[in-house]
């Protein structure tokens, strides 16, 4: 494991090809479904658009699969989206394959637990500790499943069920984090009140293009 490997508690970060390699996303996202897999058995995979994306998917979808997980490979979105879709999917966590405002050559695992959350510190502790003795190859064979073949619109959306609360949302263009999609999303919001709530709890899904109106 790299000396300059930065490891917090929601996940690891670091330069492609030098710190972030095919090999040490494998063994953080191993890892981490084999956390993930005590709770649910599946869990959400998406990206951004770093060259280094795709294949640090599949490195982390092909190590799921070895820890046993049924992996939801939902593309490239938002962060925000993989969170909705973890909590959609009732699944056991999901990774966020992006390293935010970084340069370009950088990258990172941000890993959600099943609430849709960033770890916090004991669950981050865990997957650490799994990640640093030796996980193995596993001998898993879990399932791969794209996120419109597992339910969607139609029309590059996925609705999110409705809560008590009496709020509905819907995940605007799930394919693409950077399209008119957004727009779709953003008009609304400026016109909504946000139901009575503290405004954190609404930015939780503005940030990074929040995907939900308000009612």
Excluded at 11 to 28: F, H, N, S, Y
Excluded at 34 to 54: I, N, Q, T
């Amino acid at each position: 494991m790299s000396d300059t490997l930065m490891v917090g508690v929601s996940g690891v970060r670091g330069i492609v090809g030098k710190d972030l390699t095919p090999e040490v996303v494998a063994r953080w996202a191993m890892a981490f479904g084999l956390w993930a897999r005590e709770h649910r058995p599946a869990v959400v995979v998406g990206r951004d658009a770093r060259p280094s994306g795709p294949e640090f998917a599949q490195a982390a979808i092909a190590a799921l699969r070895r820890a046993g997980c049924d992996v939801i490979d939902v593309g490239l979105v938002p962060t925000p989206t993989v969170q909705l879709a973890v909590e959609h999917h009732h699944a056991g966590g999901g990774i966020a394959i992006t390293a935010s405002h970084n340069p370009i050559e950088w990258n990172a695992l941000k890993f959600i637990g099943p609430d849709g959350i960033f770890l916090d510190g004991d669950a981050g502790t865990r997957v650490r500790a799994l990640a640093e003795n030796d996980t193995g190859t596993g001998r898993g064979r879990g399932s791969l499943k794209d996120s419109l073949a597992v339910e969607g619109n139609g029309d590059g959306s996925v609705p999110i069920p409705r809560r008590s609360s009496g709020t509905s949302r819907v995940c605007s263009n799930w394919r693409s984090s950077m399209s008119s999609g957004f727009e779709r999303v953003a008009s609304p919001w400026r016109s909504t009140r946000c139901g009575g709530r503290a405004a954190p709890s609404c930015r939780r899904y503005w940030n990074g293009w929040a995907v939900a109106s308000w009612g």
